[in-house]
């Protein structure tokens, strides 16, 4: 067990004071050396943002996760609250145990403890290592037993998810989460804000009141589409859809059209009392810097209380 500290204000306590809405940006994992320093380039790019927090995944099956570590590691030097990934996939409890302690000693007490998917993606059976976990609720007890100071996150998922065909399981399994210890659940991409209000509504219902902050991602290419609902069962409205149909090979006009719809969705949700806004970046830092410029332009003051 790793002794406990009292560093800065954590997301839990930021959402708990509620006095405006938290940003955050995420970022995918390095795939070489060259891709770490364009990732750091893009983390100080956003640092003028002044994120409340900023995070960076492992890989799908749990890979390339020393290049994971020493980007978390360049984000706590730049001075911006960090959220360190941990998936159950391929790895050991004995292997997640240590890369608790590594987060801790790189200065990252935030953790977003999440399953993860098999290799093949979100619809390829789960099956758990013999010496590993079996899902994300264990994950969340295991990092709070090695680190009873670390601030946890978990997913949610306003699309079904594709492995239980049940938004009303999915809605239990947050619940459960936040009973191992969670603190607060970030969503995976969505198009559609009411999935997200109606699985806060059946969160609440379960008398489970963990802040929900939906993850936001703007099209700004149309081969997006597909990739979306093959890796993750994300639902996308048919009449963006159509409009995107309608400009596929213009890639500017995809990309305002993809801005435009991700603007109305974080505009529609902040409206609908989301505690924040997470952005999945995809490592290029010009389309979300764009998207929260407008977001700001079209709800003025609301992050200056």
Same mark, same amino acid.
């Given at each position: 067990?790793?002794?406990?500290?009292?560093?800065?204000?954590?997301?839990?306590?930021?959402?708990?004071?509620?006095?405006?809405?938290?940003?955050?940006?995420?970022?995918?994992?390095?795939?070489?050396?060259?891709?770490?320093?364009?990732?750091?380039?893009?983390?100080?790019?956003?640092?003028?943002?002044?994120?409340?927090?900023?995070?960076?995944?492992?890989?799908?099956?749990?890979?390339?996760?020393?290049?994971?570590?020493?980007?978390?590691?360049?984000?706590?030097?730049?001075?911006?609250?960090?959220?360190?990934?941990?998936?159950?996939?391929?790895?050991?409890?004995?292997?997640?145990?240590?890369?608790?302690?590594?987060?801790?000693?790189?200065?990252?007490?935030?953790?977003?403890?999440?399953?993860?998917?098999?290799?093949?993606?979100?619809?390829?059976?789960?099956?758990?290592?013999?010496?590993?976990?079996?899902?994300?609720?264990?994950?969340?007890?295991?990092?709070?037993?090695?680190?009873?100071?670390?601030?946890?996150?978990?997913?949610?998922?306003?699309?079904?998810?594709?492995?239980?065909?049940?938004?009303?399981?999915?809605?239990?399994?947050?619940?459960?989460?936040?009973?191992? *210890? $969670?603190?607060?659940?970030?969503?995976?991409?969505?198009?559609?804000?009411?999935?997200? %209000?109606? @699985?806060? #509504?059946? !969160? /609440?219902?379960?008398?489970?009141?963990?802040?929900?902050?939906?993850?936001?991602?703007?099209?700004?290419?149309?081969?997006?589409?597909?990739?979306?609902?093959?890796?993750?069962?994300?639902?996308?409205?048919?009449?963006?859809?159509?409009?995107?149909?309608?400009?596929?090979?213009?890639?500017?006009?995809?990309?305002?059209?993809?801005?435009?719809?991700?603007?109305?969705?974080?505009?529609?949700?902040?409206?609908? *009392? $989301?505690?924040?806004?997470?952005?999945?970046?995809?490592?290029?830092?010009?389309?979300? %810097?764009? @998207?929260? #410029?407008? !977001? /700001?332009?079209?709800?003025?003051?609301?992050?200056?209380?």
């Amino acid at each position: 067990m790793l002794s406990t500290t009292s560093p800065a204000e954590t997301i839990a306590e930021l959402l708990t004071r509620a006095e405006r809405p938290l940003t955050s940006f995420e970022f995918m994992p390095p795939r070489s050396e060259e891709d770490v320093y364009r990732l750091w380039r893009a983390t100080d790019e956003l640092v003028p943002l002044r994120p409340d927090f900023i995070s960076v995944t492992y890989g799908a099956n749990g890979s390339r996760r020393d290049r994971t570590l020493r980007c978390t590691q360049h984000m706590v030097a730049s001075g911006l609250r960090t959220v360190g990934h941990l998936t159950a996939v391929s790895q050991s409890v004995a292997e997640l145990e240590q890369t608790v302690s590594d987060y801790h000693d790189a200065g990252v007490d935030h953790i977003l403890a999440i399953r993860g998917d098999m290799p093949g993606g979100a619809a390829e059976p789960w099956v758990a290592r013999p010496d590993g976990l079996a899902n994300a609720t264990e994950l969340v007890r295991l990092v709070k037993r090695v680190n009873p100071g670390a601030c946890v996150g978990v997913g949610a998922f306003p699309d079904c998810h594709p492995a239980s065909g049940d938004l009303d399981l999915d809605a239990r399994i947050v619940a459960e989460k936040a009973e191992a *210890g $969670a603190s607060f659940a970030i969503t995976q991409l969505f198009f559609i804000p009411e999935h997200y %209000t109606d @699985l806060v #509504a059946r !969160v /609440r219902a379960l008398g489970c009141g963990i802040p929900i902050i939906p993850g936001i991602m703007p099209i700004t290419s149309f081969s997006q589409i597909r990739r979306f609902g093959e890796l993750s069962g994300t639902d996308v409205p048919a009449d963006l859809v159509a409009r995107l149909s309608e400009v596929a090979e213009d890639r500017a006009a995809v990309r305002e059209i993809g801005l435009e719809a991700a603007a109305r969705l974080s505009c529609r949700l902040l409206d609908e *009392g $989301a505690p924040g806004l997470h952005y999945y970046t995809l490592n290029r830092s010009r389309a979300t %810097t764009e @998207l929260h #410029a407008m !977001v /700001r332009d079209r709800r003025p003051g609301l992050w200056d209380r």
